[in-house]
């Protein structure tokens, strides 16, 4: 209320008079320290070679006649800034600082003259020459400004020569944080990377990964789109369309954009929905002109901090039709206070009696150097400072003299109570003490770093739509981390639904994208295998899983594989311990009856003791197949061959030797055929089986000694589970143990089918045939079933062949001799089937076939 009861007096004192106003005069103001300022507070862009811009032929003077509000506001806040310090006692108690002002006119060549009038020695007009300028004293003691990167670039050379401390207070570009080339540049705004990181992080968040950049064909848009493509590439957003735009002077028509034009249209056709412009306030303006008078298609406009704010861009007509404006402001503290000062000084400028007290403002030495300060300031009218209040960002200018003042205080060694008298302080001796200087305004902790930074936090900013003008409303922040309110922000899009600015859908959960042509962002959306997962959104490529882990397809994350082997509780085994038992029954009870019924001429005639001995080797070997189920163990992995064919050994042994019996009798001369039976029936028999059982085991033994059988996990053949089992390592080895037993039962079959071939002859050779037919059936069917076979299986395998074979030798050679005990327990055979007893096979004039299986005998046992 305070500032617009002052504005009133001053449109009823100033405009009221009719008179011009003596703002300008109010530009230079004396003191022990003078502050030097440049500030744009007039523009030529619309004077054109009026005002000395177009080809210049003598360096003649440059006339400024726009008058720019914004750069009068950060004068004037300068200006508030040294009056606050000279009535305060904290800082120089008992000095006084004094400031010169001028128009810099937003171009280097107006901003020079002015930058070589700070630099003229003390007293006078003239830059000297010297070979060492420690001594020099210039006019002034460090400067302020300027705004823009383009003329900080020029004059920051100029001041680092003599090392004057220069403080911008809006020049970003991250090039001049370059300690060598501008040692005595610093600046109250963060550099152009931190925006530039700050909108990165924006379009992230968003996830606008296919937008435009355009940039102003300046060293500040050409910088700023250099940081931008490299932090973007960085962070996996595409740039679509790149360009630079130049704002020049196309006559009736205003401003054009020239090649630019061609960019925009691109932009406009495309799928691209969002355009990031890193440009100057006047190649803006001349950029949305061209849009709104096209009538381009509205879009989502990432600003710069350059024109975010920039009142020409904001009066322009038509504006809302562009879309959607967000941008980033640095935050700095609050100066409620500011509006009330900038009103009270515009109403004394419009008060006669305070303009009389001026004097008649002779101009010092600087104004024949660069002419007057701000002629245009002397018209200023209360809409001009009212609409520039609305979005001033003054605090970075008011900063700057505060830093400077700090700075100054350090060098004096100044206190409360006062400062120490010594010479003047010279500009470098300044500059020593802004290197990493802290310093405090308005509450807000401030620093430079080493490269004459300082970390300030952001505001994001939208243009929300108020006649006649856009207001900004606050949507966010950055300060190292973004946040959004995203219920506060408004889009040009029906339905108020966020734009979507992507060149490819999103992939879906477990795929991964496949880039298709130059941008990462354009892809297709391929599936994660079994075996693979997608580690995050950005992925290119399935990443495997570990050899412990397994994956399903389109899989986010990786399992863990479970142990796995033939489990006792599985179908098949189950089946197979049913098998087992009912094999293992038989045996037992095949072994009982023989056992029983021992000295009965069937079971003599069957082999006697050497039956039940192999009887009770098919019972071991059927307990042998009880290694093959449950966690695999090393010592279980070595036992499983010897304990199944070690008993097979022993049964197929006694089995050869009945075998021989057979074929001795049936083909052999009976004195022979009598002199061989005794030994086939004796205690040589036992040796011969002996002697079998120790060949198998030295094949056994030689098998685990050189081929042992190890206990390994196989990651790969299950998709979920760890498979672990016996891994069988020559297998030319296992062929090897099997072998020998083949070998038994190849000559049992043998002499047993040479027998039941000749006619009349083969009753007593049958049920060893088929016994042995059954043995190789088993194992033949085991040699290609066990190898097609999932691994997993092959254990359950083994054993139904183990099983198998025991069975078929039992059915077909004990079972039928079993039924025969059963219906006759003491039946006898007769003498020819007795085969050594008088009038036997063996006795002078017996017959040679007269040895009959009692099992398969047509007559059968007689009482």
Known sequence: MAGLALLGLWALLGLGAGGPLCLSRQLRMRGDYVLGGLFPLGAAEDAGEDAGLGPRTQPNTTVCTRFSSLGLLWALAMMMAVEEINRGSALLPGLRLGHDIFDTCSEPVVAMKPSLGFMAEAGGRDVAAYCDYSRYQPRVLAVIGPHS?????????????????????????????????????????????????????????????????????DEYGRQGLSLFSSLASARGLCIAHEGLLRAATGGAHGPQLGEAQGLLRQVNQSRVQVVVLFSSARAARALFSFSIRSGLAPKVWVASEAWLTSAPVLSLPGLARVGTVLGFLQRGAPMPDFPAYVHARLARAADPAFCASLGAGRPGP????????????????????????????????????????????????????????????????LLE???????????????????????????????????????????????????????????????????????????????????????????????????????????????????????????????????????????????????????????????????????????????????CFGLACLGLACLSVLLLPGRPRPARCLAQQPLLHLPLTGCLSALLLRAAEVFVEA????????????????????????????????????????????????????PREALVHCRVRSWVGFALVHAGNAVLASLCFLGTFLVHRQPGRGEGARSLTFAMLAYFITWVSFVPLFANVHVAYQPAVQMGASLLCVLGILATFHLPRCCLLLRQPAGTLPASSQGGGPGGAGGPGGSRGGALDPATSPQGAQT
Do not use: I
């Open 366 to 429: 600087e104004g024949h150097v660069a002419g007057p300060g701000c002629p245009q300031c002397d018209h200023v009218s209360p809409e001009d400072v009212s609409t520039g209040l609305l979005h001033h960002q003054a605090f970075s200018a008011y900063a700057a003299v505060y830093s400077v003042a700090q700075a100054l205080h350090n060098t004096l060694l100044c206190t409360a109570s006062g400062c120490p008298p010594r010479a003047p302080v010279r500009p470098w001796q």
């Open 667 to 718: 083909e052999l001369p009976p004195g022979w055929a009598h002199r061989l039976r005794g030994h086939l029936r004796g205690r040589r028999a036992w040796l011969a089986v002996l002697l079998a059982m120790l060949a198998e085991a030295a094949l056994c033994t030689w098998y685990l000694v050189a081929f042992p059988p190890e206990v390994v996990t196989d990651w790969q053949v299950l």
């Open 149 to 217: 990167t383009e003329l900080a670039l020029v004059t920051g050379k100029l001041f680092g020569f003599f090392l004057m401390p220069q403080v911008s207070y809006g020049a970003s570009a991250d090039r001049l944080s370059d300690r060598e080339a501008f040692p005595s540049f610093f600046r109250t705004v963060p550099s152009d990377r931190a925006q530039v990181a700050a909108v990165v992080e924006l379009l992230h968040a968003l996830q606008w990964n296919w937008v435009a950049a355009v940039g102003s064909d």
């Open 433 to 611: 003490n802004m290197y990493n200087m802290s310093f405090r305004v308005r509450g807000l902790p401030l620093g430079f770093d080493a490269s004459g930074n300082v970390d300030m936090a952001y505001d994001l900013k939208l243009w929300v739509w108020r006649d006649p003008e856009p207001e900004l409303r606050t949507v966010g922040s950055f300060d190292g981390r973004l946040q959004l309110q995203l219920p506060q922000m408004r889009w040009h899009t029906p339905g108020n639904t966020r734009p979507v600015s992507q060149c490819s859908r999103k992939c879906q959960e477990g795929q991964v994208r496949r880039v298709k042509g130059f941008h990462s962002c354009c892809y297709d959306c391929m599936d994660c295998k079994a075996g693979s997962y997608r580690r995050s959104p950005d992925d290119l490529s399935c990443t495997p899983c570990g050899q412990d882990q397994w994956s399903p397809d389109r899989s986010l994350r990786c399992f863990a594989r479970r142990p796995r082997w033939l489990a006792w509780g599985e179908p098949a085994v189950l089946v197979l311990l049913a098998l087992l038992a009912l094999t293992l029954g038989l045996v037992l009870a095949a072994l009982g009856l023989f056992v029983r019924h021992r000295d009965s001429p069937l079971v003599q005639a069957s082999g006697g003791p050497r039956a």
